[in-house]
């Protein structure tokens, strides 16, 4: 659970500058298998290849929403990017929800206050970091 909730504010410290996702694609449109996806797409989401084919649908739009701004990353960008998609690949399903539920939440707030929410974060000490996680672990497992 500690690295759902790292991921997730680590995913929205990296995306504070970056636009909404686009909503560019109808959600009637099936997504591609993994063979058909274009050189660019299979590059930006190699580190999801082996789970494509058991993603959902909607799942796989949203990724490849994220694939379409893979180019206009800097080198150290993409090799973040990648480095997070490993380890979100890593994430057991509840982890993952989790994840994904702590990144709305973070999402949703005025761009002000994630960075400020994040600076905090960055400040605190090991041990605080990892009370918070444990506190938050607690949280879901009470929710089930």
Do not use: C
Not at 8 to 25: D, E, I, K, T, Y
Not at 113 to 127: G, I, N
């Amino acid at each position: 659970m500690r690295r759902a909730l790292l991921l997730a504010v680590s995913f929205a410290a990296g995306l504070l500058a970056a636009p909404a996702f686009s909503q560019s694609r109808p959600p009637a449109e099936s997504p591609p298998t993994w063979s058909a996806l274009n050189g660019q797409q299979r590059e930006a989401l190699a580190p999801l290849a082996g789970q494509w084919s058991t993603m959902t649908a909607d799942r796989k739009r949203k990724w490849l929403d994220i694939a379409e701004k893979y180019p206009r990353l800097s080198p150290d960008g993409k090799a973040r990017l990648h480095s997070r998609m490993v380890e979100f690949s890593k994430l057991t399903p509840q982890q993952r929800q989790t994840a994904r539920e702590n990144f709305q939440r973070a999402y949703e707030l005025p761009l002000e206050t994630r960075e400020s929410a994040v600076q905090q974060y960055k400040a605190l000490p090991p041990e605080k970091k990892k009370e918070l996680t444990d506190k938050s672990t607690r949280k879901t497992t009470e929710k089930k």
